[in-house]
C-alpha cells in the first residue's frame, strides 16, 4: 500500500513539472496568464484521471476563468505532449481547476500582520 502512495506522488511531481514546462514552452495563446502557477496534481489511483490546481494571476475573476478555460480547452493536447515526454502506459485525462486558497491565505496572513 505505501509503495502504491509514494508511486502516486512522484507521478503527481513529474505530470506537475512536465505540464508547467508544456504550458511555458508551447501553448502560445495571447490570452493565458504568462503568471500561472501549477500548485498541485492530485492523480486517482488507477492512472486515469487527473486534477491539477492551477493558480491564475490576474485581478479580474472573468480573465481568471478563461484562462482556466483555456486550459481545459488544450487539455488534449497538452495531454499529447505529456504522452511523448512521460513513459507512463496510461496517461491521465487532465482537468485543470482554479486553486484560490493561496490567494486567500495571503489575505488572511496580511489581516493576521495587520492585527499584531
Known sequence: ?????????????????????IIQKFLH????NQFSTILDVIISKDLSYAKIY????K????LKTSSIKILNQASSYIRF?????????IVPQLVF?????????NKISNLLKTLQ
Open 54 to 57: 492551477v493558480s491564475v494571476n
Open 29 to 32: 495563446d495571447p490570452r493565458l
Open 81 to 89: 505532449l505529456l504522452g511523448k515526454n512521460l513513459k507512463l502506459r
Open 59 to 62: 485581478i479580474n475573476n472573468n
Open 97 to 105: 481547476i482554479d486553486d484560490c486558497s493561496y490567494i486567500e491565505g
Open 1 to 21: 500500500m505505501y509503495k502504491n502512495i509514494y508511486r502516486l506522488n512522484r507521478i503527481s511531481q513529474e505530470i506537475k513539472k512536465e505540464i508547467s514546462y
